[in-house]
């Protein structure tokens, strides 16, 4: 299994495994869970939720696969 660095914000960065749990909070934000910690996700520049959402998704899913 590979594993590659995931940029959640400014600040933060972690690693596609340690990722639990992505929400969508009521006023269009989005949080990752690592190691059990909270980050706010910072979305792309006119970048919707609900993009910014299927964007980390698909960021995980292809450094956990090795793409």
Known sequence: MA???????????VMASQITRI????????FVWADG???H????YGE?????ETRIINEINAALSGD
């Open 3 to 13: 594993d590659k660095l995931i940029r959640i914000n400014n600040e933060n960065a």
């Open 23 to 30: 929400e969508r909070g009521c006023y269009g934000d989005v």
């Open 41 to 44: 996700l910072l979305p792309g």
């Open 48 to 52: 919707a939720c609900y993009q910014a």
């Open 37 to 39: 910690v909270k980050h």
